[in-house]
Nanobody, 119 residues
């Protein structure tokens, strides 16, 4: 059973860039059958797909202007950077693996990491 683990800061200041990493326990990210996704849940909203990577990288249109997703496959990690953080970005961030394309329909999830945007 694959395990995913998010890591990064739990607190960022407004206008800063949030950088999170996801470490995958077993095997390659690039070239695998799966898509590797970032999902978040902000207060008052459901799960929101942010973007992901597989043989290419796709972003949610609502975040594409300030989101970058990339991988360090040698370390079995993938990452994102979300610029210009604001209070509306406060929430729980998850990485996950899906065998069903892009979106929140993942079969394996990390535990999630709480991120708070506050000065």
């Amino acid at each position: 059973q694959v395990q995913l683990l998010e890591s990064g800061p739990g607190l960022v200041k407004p206008s800063q860039t949030l950088s999170l990493s996801c470490t995958v326990s077993d095997g390659a990210i690039v070239g695998s059958y799966y898509s590797w996704n970032w999902i978040r849940q902000t207060p008052g909203k459901g799960l929101e797909w942010m973007g992901g990577l597989s043989f290419s990288i796709f972003y949610s249109p609502s975040l594409s202007s300030r989101l970058v997703i990339y991988t360090n496959s040698s370390k079995s990690q993938f990452h994102f950077e979300l610029a210009s953080m604001g209070p509306e970005d406060t929430g729980v961030y998850y990485c996950c693996r899906s065998a069903k394309g892009w979106g929140v329909n993942c079969g394996s999830w990390g535990q999630g990491i709480q991120v708070t945007v506050s000065s």
